[in-house]
């Protein structure tokens, strides 16, 4: 037990000594853990983190067009956090040479973790997973994959950061959180009865924005982590393929992807970790995302043509690590739990190829003020719950990336305002209405005619963005994103009290 101990207040000395020495520099750490009887952990962790000026640098090396993925995982309630990945993704947008940018989350989004260590998060629970998918929304994710703790609002209410044992209403279940999204869930090993629930893959084309030279196909595809079946209850009919199953269901989507989709790479949203043990004691040989990507090309090779190994790289999440390189060489990344970090890929459009990846410290960038605004407003637990339901809905409904939410006091004075206008509006008409309709009153009809026009091209706009919505919808397995031209100011919508910015991809 002492040599546990001693093993692991070394092994946390080196790694903070590392960050502290140089919190902004590039930087590597290395950690060495064990369990009681013996087993390992995880044998490393390597950090390569730089600050923005170097990111920056990173991008426009070689002045080519480049795809920058930001990744975070495990954000675990952290809503605060999403403040500073909004303002890192604008930045990213604003680099000439980047064509774009594509924002994804490896799984555990919804749920905070409630101890000591974390409490100050425990409020988000009483949201039931709505407030981070806001937060997600407002911020304009565009793929996510679901982690185990996806599940854990499907048996018990939560109020005041404390179980309870109500069953949970079928309007605040998983399902319906994260049907509430403005981005695409994939899982390829998470199954309801017989069916995947999700989709198994995504693939993300800008070949009818791109110049010859620089599309690019990226295919993404989503694993969920085996200890999902923990869940017990929660699951409501799911199951979580593990070990040689994943490895097919992986396999499989690989196929696709590089023989049917003719993808450049192929990019795994991983919930599966990388440690040997859990803090559920158990033995999560085979089910590693190390596992995944050695074993992926033993799985029936003749069927799947794998000359190679199919994957490029793999975004990981579940275990809580930050590293820039896995165990055994692996090509994987991670960025802790609370967003200590954003995960930055640096794609090459021109050679079609992984040019650099590093985490960057989230708060080394200045947050956005909105985003940050209404984190600070969740965590003060000022809405309630079927507040943030509805204003997720809305978000979905009319796939803007709200960031601000109205007060209940502000909307019924809006409502005021709404019913006086409509009323005046009302007298206005019945008073033209009674006018005779003879040859000399026809000039003052005239202004009648304006409005109508008016009315018209009213109508237009709102087909527009009808239209642009119906385009965002059109498209499920290829979404094609343009950095230019994706922020307006809030305004109202439909008389709606939820603020709201413009969003195209």
Not at 3 to 30: C, D, H, I, Q, Y
Not at 124 to 133: D, L, S
Not at 203 to 217: G, H, M, T, W
Request: proline residues 2%.
């Amino acid at each position: 037990m002492k040599k546990k101990k001693l093993l692991r207040t070394f092994a946390s000395l080196a790694l903070v000594g590392a960050l502290f020495a140089s919190p902004f520099a590039s930087a590597t750490a290395s950690a060495y853990y064990v369990e009681d009887d013996g087993a390992e952990i995880y044998a490393k962790e390597e950090i390569d983190s730089k600050n923005l000026a170097q990111m920056d640098a990173a991008i426009k090396d070689g002045g080519t067009k480049k795809t920058v993925i930001i990744q975070t995982n495990d954000v675990h309630g952290a809503v605060d956090k999403y403040a500073y990945v909004k303002a890192l993704k604008d930045h990213v947008e604003g680099i000439e040479n980047v064509s774009d940018v594509i924002l994804v989350d490896c799984g555990d989004f919804s749920y905070a973790k409630e101890d000591a260590e974390r409490d100050q998060y425990k409020e988000v629970n009483n949201y039931k997973g709505f407030a981070p998918m806001v937060m997600m929304n407002a911020v304009g994710y565009d793929y996510a994959t679901v982690g185990n703790h996806e599940f854990e609002f499907n048996e018990k209410t939560y109020k005041d950061g404390e179980h309870k044992g109500e069953p949970v209403d079928e309007k605040y279940r998983m399902e319906s959180l994260l049907g509430c999204a403005n981005f695409d869930i994939t899982s390829a090993n998470l199954f309801k009865g017989d069916s995947l629930k999700y989709k198994p893959y995504i693939v993300y084309d800008n070949s009818n924005i791109a110049s010859e030279e620089d599309k690019l196909k990226i295919g993404f595809f989503g694993l969920t982590a085996y200890e999902t079946m923990n869940q017990g209850k929660k699951l409501d009919g799911y199951t979580v393929k593990s070990k040689e199953d994943m490895y097919k269901c992986a396999a499989e989507q690989c196929s696709k992807l590089k023989n049917d989709e003719h993808t450049d790479l192929i990019i795994c949203l991983s919930h599966l970790g990388v440690k040997l043990k859990s803090n559920r004691n158990q033995y999560l040989k085979g089910n590693r995302c190390i596992d995944l990507y050695n074993n992926i090309t033993s799985v029936d090779t003749k069927k799947y043509n794998f000359d190679s190994n199919p994957i490029d790289f793999i975004l990981d999440g579940h275990s809580h690590n930050s590293y820039t390189t896995a165990d055994e060489g692996v090509p994987a990344m991670q960025a802790g739990i609370f967003l200590p970090y954003v995960g930055i890929t640096i794609i090459n459009n021109h050679d079609k190829s992984i040019e650099d990846h590093f985490l960057v410290p989230s708060d080394s960038i200045e947050p956005d003020q909105q985003v940050a605004a209404l984190g600070k407003a969740i965590l003060q637990n000022e809405y309630t719950l079927d507040e943030l339901v509805e204003y997720a809905n809305l978000q979905h409904e009319l796939k803007k990336p709200f960031v601000d939410i109205e007060k209940k006091s502000d909307d019924e004075d809006t409502d005021a305002d709404d019913k006086e206008e409509e009323t005046t509006e009302t007298e206005d008409t019945e008073v033209l209405d009674e006018t005779p309709a003879t040859g000399d009153e026809t000039v003052t009809e005239e202004p009648e005619v304006t409005d109508d026009t008016e009315a018209v091209t009213e109508e237009s706009e709102v087909t527009d963005d009808s239209e642009s919505d119906k385009d965002n919808d059109s498209d499920k397995h290829h979404k094609n994103h343009s950095r230019h031209g994706s922020h307006h100011n809030n305004s109202r919508y439909n008389n709606n009290r939820w603020g709201s910015s413009r969003h195209h991809h």
